[in-house]
């Protein structure tokens, strides 16, 4: 099935929980919110339309590697560090499988993410497109077409928790 990235929102009177137990504000199914299965059925029939409200959690696939290589800060896109927080992180390899990477995002750190993520725009990726290759095998134009539209996604995603003065519980795994 892959790695992929999950974000949950959360209120700001749930931070500390968010701090403390982030576990707690995670899905236990999160691949079954993300693609309308039913929770932890062994079958099921997917409708692939998002089952939690887009305001509530973020659903990124396979492209939080292709944004976390985006938002990774360098000398081109100085503002991305802010950012890459948000993307930050990778899963613990061991014998049977992985161990899930899981970040707090607290409110009061949205909205700077939230100011470099938007500040992405569509000749950046374009550029950074040139030197990222997919190891997915995608061609390079339905690569760019995948990234734009989850940067997008994510894009939506913290400005809606900026607005809302909201954090997040991300997983990657």
Known sequence: MGIRYYAYAFDA??????VDDPH??????PLAD?????????????TF??????????YLDK???????LTCPTTDV?????????????VTMHDMGWDPWVRTILPEEVPAIRDGLCAIDEDQVRS?????????GADDDDELRYVLDYLTR????????????????????
């Open 128 to 136: 950074w497109a040139r030197t990222w290759r997919s190891r997915h």
């Open 154 to 173: 994510a894009q939506e995603f913290v400005e809606a928790l900026a607005t809302d003065g909201r954090g997040m519980v991300y997983l990657i795994g």
């Open 78 to 90: 100085p503002d991305a560090g802010s950012c890459y927080r948000m993307f930050e992180g990778n």
């Open 24 to 29: 707690s504000l995670l899905s236990s199914d």
């Open 13 to 18: 009177d749930l931070a500390q929980q968010a």
């Open 34 to 46: 993300a693609w309308g299965l039913e929770p932890h059925a062994s079958v099921s029939i997917a």
């Open 49 to 58: 339309e998002q089952i939690s409200p887009k305001r509530d959690m973020l």
């Open 63 to 69: 492209a939080w590697s292709a944004l976390q290589s």
